[in-house]
């Protein structure tokens, strides 16, 4: 009810307003077949999973002079997860967008709310839109943007995990959250005709789970460097290098990078894209330190894989150890007709550092963790519509059955068929569009 008397006000105000208002919606379930998703599957006494998400969401957006305020209200809920007749909900119904903003001028403006934090490949920082529920953040932004393409972004974040102002006490605020306690952000860029660079430094305050006291946060910083080019119509070269410093959340010494280098050849049938990534991971002999590169606010899925082994809200490695990750990966989407398209991507997994076998006397193992191939078909059926259906395949070697935690202590195994599929539907119209009114021309 509250939803609906908003969007009224609103959809009343600007008929006597010079402004503009637009309201968008958003429906998006998606089905899912899951056999082996995340992590290896055991061999024995298992059934995959099925189910169906969905995702509401609905944008209203509000520009006057130079005031913008956007608020995105969200409903993500499982199909049958509620009876038909209930008075308690346990979807998650929440407002995932709430910000305003404000131009200084026609360089420099501020947003403060909360907010979706997107930069570059997302590979860092993303806003994780596979997910149904998407990532945000309560944060202050200052940008700066002048006409020649320079883009400067700062950001500051300072969080709490209670409302009543009662809670902070002579102690400090506690804060266990797995989220920074604070952060600040630097994100520099600037595009040419045929280039672009950015440059990212993120400093990202934890507070020990151990500890209370508000005073002692580690601090994580992360440098990063983006560029890609075109060397001519049909090539373009792209690269990212980052490195991490710091002490982690668990109090353990940062030194940890990723690099990714590839080459996309914009052929007549299709592009072709090959290309590497490595991110750093913690050896054996390095244990009580931390120098596995940890993409902390990236989308993941977008990289690693469709399967979601690596990175995405699951833990991989030995003894407590992330042991890092080499992807080799070669990439296409194949236009069909107009309005039809298949991705297809295939990825080589390797690990960076040595791993050991899980018997009672460890022995190293090959290095080659697996092979996964994704395949997507995209259909755009109008504006407003649009169809995804997914296919995924794990062929996993032995080596991924020590870093999933599985091997003889659980059966899963890298010997029986471990695969992924789901379809997607999104409808999202604009529902209503109030342009702003031409000024008077002058007499």
Known sequence: MKKLILFALFASLSQFAMAQLTVTGEIRPRFEYRNGFKTLRPENNFRPAAFVEQRTRLYLNYQKDKFEFHVAFQDIRMWGNTNQIYKTDPALTNLFEGYATYMLNDKWSFKVGRQVLSYDT????????????????????????????????????????????????????????????????????????????????????????KDTLLNNIKYRQTYGLVANGNLSKSVELAGEFYYQGGVSGAGQTVNAYFASADVTFKTELTPITLGGDYASGTKREDAGKDNAWNPLYGTNHKWYGYMDYFYVGNSFGQGGRTTGLIDIYVKTDFKLAEKHSIAAHGHYFMSPVTLYSTSPNPMELNSALGIEFDLVYKFVVSKDVKIQVGYSQMLAQESMEAIKNGGVMDGRSSGVTNNWAFVMIQFKPALYTQKKPKAPAAE
């Open 122 to 209: 997302q590979r860092f920082m993303g806003g994780l839109d596979w997910a149904q529920q998407g990532r945000s953040h309560d944060a202050a932004l200052i940008r700066y943007q002048n006409k020649k393409e320079i883009t400067v972004d700062a950001a500051f974040a300072f969080n709490n995990s209670a409302n009543e102002p009662g809670f902070l006490n002579s102690y400090g605020s506690p804060y266990f959250l797995n989220n920074y306690k604070n952060m600040q952000m630097l994100h520099a860029s600037k595009k040419w005709k045929k280039a672009y660079v950015s440059f990212l430094f993120q400093n990202d305050g934890r507070q020990l789970s």
